[in-house]
């Protein structure tokens, strides 16, 4: 088919649409055009006359019609909803910021904060007791103690080796045994004697009866007086003899006792509750009564001793409250009290030194370099959480307050003394300068936002 037969087809679908007659080629006459200056009627060229736009949309030309514009309405709508999806939202210009960090927040607090003098010093032992052997030149047998280990009085440090003291011993008590039968044997012979001076004074009280009636000589009766006299001296030697068996026997069993004590020296005893801060004992060496075997922190009492310059010395007393920290173990936080201070100023450094009771604490070892903030006084101040302060490279600190547009604010402040942790409450920094109290500040997420960030707080007042 060509261009011309296509076109000859097409009008004559035309045609047939507008009721011309005939089923040939439409003439070229008949062309349908519509009139620009009318919304109401359509012009037919050549034989066509003008019709109303009221007949052409009635009857089945108007349903063709209403047909062929509804499906050509339908198609644009379409194509613009289409368009509409593809195509990106339009975000205006003074839609709110989008918030690049999430943060917590706190108000900051009107609290008593307290002057420190800011110091730091060594842990000591309060009384650190020597311990060394009362038996000398005998070996150690076994230690039972390692340092660091808690004591209490009366415990076994060490033992050691008693095997000589222990034959001694059995030699000693024999020599006991042997003097307290020379005691008896002394006894016995006393006794004879006592018996043989009770027959010469009866056989004398005869004799001298005898005498008395003239039956015996003086020179008998002489002679048995000098019995008698023999026998009384006798009895005395007998007792004597008594005397010293019986001095034998206490001189041996003091030595008993004597080897009986040195046998509970083989055994080092702790004198008190302590803990064990150095042990030097060796098993297999030979202990000497003069070197020690041990030390022991008395009743596992420690003090930090710190210096101080002297112009602050008359703010310091005893009994002054101390905060004790460690920078190496951040869990180390005590309380402890000025004990004592040195009355002796330091003419080089003119500082004094500070004795500082520490409580007990397994974390507590001498010779450890602690923190202490002697408390000299309290004072009214603002204080934030620790981690909303945050230290800046040029030098000073930075706190972030939260506005009521949801930005942040960075604030240069002054601080002042640090307040340590305690319990569940969180350490807390003074602010000398440039914060208001109840003023919200960024808390957790303060290091990760600038100056007029938007951000979402989580938890905490935003005022």
Do not use: C, H
């Amino acid at each position: 088919m060509t261009y011309q037969n296509l076109q000859d087809s097409e009008d004559n679908s035309i045609e047939s649409v507008l009721g011309g007659s005939g089923s040939g080629p439409a003439s070229s006459d008949n062309q349908i055009s519509l009139d620009p200056t009318s919304s109401n009627s359509i012009t037919l060229k050549g034989s066509a006359k003008k019709r109303s736009l009221s007949d052409w949309v009635s009857g089945p030309r108007g349903l063709l019609l209403g047909l062929a514009l509804g499906l050509g309405l339908a198609l644009l709508a379409t194509r613009l909803s289409a368009q509409r999806t593809a195509a990106p939202a339009d975000t205006p210009a003074d839609i709110a910021q989008v918030s690049s960090a999430t943060v917590t927040t706190a108000r900051a607090q009107t609290a008593s904060v307290q002057q420190t003098i800011e110091t730091n010093g060594t842990v000591e032992a309060f009384d650190l007791l020597a311990i060394a052997p009362q038996a000398n030149g005998l070996q150690i047998r076994s230690v039972n103690v390692r340092e660091g280990d808690r004591v209490v009085a009366g415990e076994v440090l060490a033992v050691l080796d008693d095997s000589v003291l222990r034959s001694q011993i059995e030699q000693a008590e024999a020599q006991v045994n042997a003097a307290l039968a020379d005691v008896a044997q002394e006894k016995a012979q006393a006794e004879q004697a006592r018996a043989s001076l009770t027959a010469d004074r009866e056989n004398l009280s005869r004799y001298e009866s005898l005498f008395a009636r003239g039956a015996i000589s003086a020179e008998e009766l002489t002679s048995r007086r000098t019995q008698v006299a023999t026998a009384e001296q006798t009895v005395g030697s007998a007792r004597a003899a008594i005397e010293s068996a019986e001095a034998t026997v206490r001189s041996r069993q003091a030595d008993v006792a004597r080897l009986m004590t040195q046998l509970d020296q083989t055994l080092v005893i702790a004198p008190s509750n302590g803990i064990v801060a150095e042990k030097t004992a060796t098993v297999g060496a030979a202990a000497s009564t003069g070197t020690p075997l041990f030390e022991i922190i008395d009743g596992e009492q420690l003090e930090l001793a710190v210096k101080i310059p002297q112009t602050q010395m008359a703010k310091v007393s005893p009994d002054t409250t101390v905060q004790i920290t460690s920078d190496s173990d951040a869990n180390l936080q005590l309380q402890g009290t000025v004990r004592s201070i040195d009355p002796v100023v330091d003419p080089q450094t003119r500082q004094a030194t500070v004795k500082i009771g520490l409580p007990g604490s397994d974390r507590l070892r001498p010779g450890m370099f602690l923190q202490a903030a002697i408390v000299t006084g309290s004072r009214q101040g603002v204080t934030v959480p620790a981690e909303a302060v945050l230290p800046q490279s040029s030098g000073g600190f930075v706190v972030y307050t939260l506005n009521s547009d949801g930005t942040v604010k960075a604030n240069a402040v002054e601080v002042g003394d640090r307040i340590p942790a305690e319990g569940d409450t969180p350490a807390t920094i003074e602010i000398i300068s440039g914060l208001q109290a109840n003023t919200p500040v960024v808390v957790e997420g303060a290091s990760y936002v600038q100056d007029g960030d938007a951000v979402t707080v989580v938890s905490g007042g935003n005022g």
